[in-house]
Nanobody, 122 residues
């Protein structure tokens, strides 16, 4: 199976920065897209940013210009650099790997991490 493990969350003051990391491990042959979602209390999970294996990125309007997603394909790791954080960025951030092809298996899977808490104080 595949495991996604996030790290880098924490408590930061408004205007501060955090860098999230997520590594995928297991019998992985390839991963199409990796990304970050977040879910605040009482709200639905929403896409924050995603990146394909070729480097194409997509961002939620609310984080454009503040967050940067990047990826190390050799390490099956995705990063999220978060700058100019706002209290409304407070949420549990989940790592996602979509279109995962396992070694010797042609079916594509989607996997989720367990999440890491990001809290931005005003």
């Amino acid at each position: 199976q595949v495991q996604l493990v996030e790290s880098g969350g924490g408590l930061v003051q408004a205007g501060g920065s955090l860098r999230l990391s997520c590594g995928a491990s297991g019998s992985i042959f390839s991963i199409n897209a990796m990304g970050w979602y977040r879910q605040a209390p009482g709200k639905q999970r929403e896409l924050v940013a995603s990146i394909t294996s070729g480097g194409s990125t997509n961002y939620a309007d609310s984080v454009k210009g503040r967050f940067t997603i990047s990826r190390d394909n050799a390490k099956n790791t995705v990063y999220l650099q978060m700058n100019s954080l706002k209290p409304e960025d407070t949420a549990v951030y989940y790592c996602n790997a979509d279109g995962v092809r396992l070694t010797g298996i042609s079916v594509l899977y989607r996997y989720w991490g367990r999440g890491t808490q990001v809290t931005v104080s005003s």
